[in-house]
Antibody, heavy 119, light 109 residues
Framework: EVQLVESGGGLVQPGGSLRLSCVAS????????MSWVRQAAGRGLEWVSA????????YYADSVKGRFNISRDNSKNTLYLQMNSLRAEDTAVYYC????????????WGQGTLVTVSS | EVVLTQSPGTLSLSPGERATLSCRAS???????LAWYQQKPGQAPRLLIY???SRATGIPDRFSGSGSGTDFTLTISRLEPEDFAVYYC??????????FGQGTKLEIK
């Protein structure tokens, strides 16, 4: 069974940093692009970032470019999102999602991890 | 970047009725690059349709997708109680960015 499990969310002050992780199982991780998608409370889905299977290509939404960094460790079947210079508007549930096999559609998604940016 | 506009914002129907949800793109989109997702409260989105009209694994055949160019439709032929949720369309391609519509909430009338 394909499974994605996120962790690393929490409460952080504006300007702070946080690193999210997503552990994958049930498929050959290095063969698939992966993405991060976020959802603020009561709002829609916003694509944040994506990375190729090898890790050689990375992509970012304009809203996070220069502040967030996506990476992966294929030996550990783990996807990461390093979030720096966090702002209140970054508050959301962050989901990791598996490409099929590239940058969409996404199937499946993890259960999400909540990031709250507040003083 | 492609902007997707979904309509209506909220759709109120009864179980057994037919639901028709619309997704309009700001520019022509390849039919291979349009997906639909279902999201229930407190859950992650679930892939329903990809390539505009192909059902994902395990999706009941009451769900169908159609359309081309800039206009796409998700149809639920006979609503079951578990179908009441929020639905999102998505445009994707061989490389990002990826776009989502703002969602349509399907509620029980």
């Amino acid at each position: 069974e394909v499974q994605l499990v996120e962790s690393g969310g929490g409460l952080v002050q504006p300007g702070g940093s946080l690193r999210l992780s997503c552990v994958a199982s049930g498929f050959t991780f290095s063969n698939y692009a992966m993405s991060w998608v976020r959802q603020a409370a009561g709002r829609g889905l916003e694509w944040v970032s994506a990375i190729s299977g090898s890790g050689g290509s990375t992509y970012y939404a304009d809203s996070v470019k220069g502040r967030f960094n996506i990476s992966r460790d294929n030996s550990k079947n783990t996807l990461y999102l390093q979030m720096n210079s966090l702002r209140a508007e970054d508050t959301a549930v962050y989901y990791c999602a598996k490409g099929t096999p590239l940058y969409g559609p996404f199937d499946p998604w993890g259960q999400g991890t909540l990031v709250t940016v507040s003083s | 970047e492609v902007v997707l506009t979904q309509s209506p914002g909220t759709l109120s129907l009864s179980p057994g009725e037919r639901a028709t949800l619309s997704c309009r793109a700001s520019q022509s989109v390849s039919s291979r690059s349009l997906a639909w997702y279902q999201q229930k409260p407190g859950q992650a989105p679930r892939l329903l349709i990809y390539g505009a009209s192909s059902r994902a694994t395990g999706i009941p055949d009451r769900f169908s997708g159609s359309g081309s160019g800039t206009d796409f439709t998700l149809t639920i032929s006979r609503l079951e109680p578990e179908d009441f949720a929020v639905y999102y369309c998505q445009q994707y391609g061989s490389s990002p960015p990826v776009s989502f519509g703002q969602g349509t909430k399907l509620e029980i009338k």
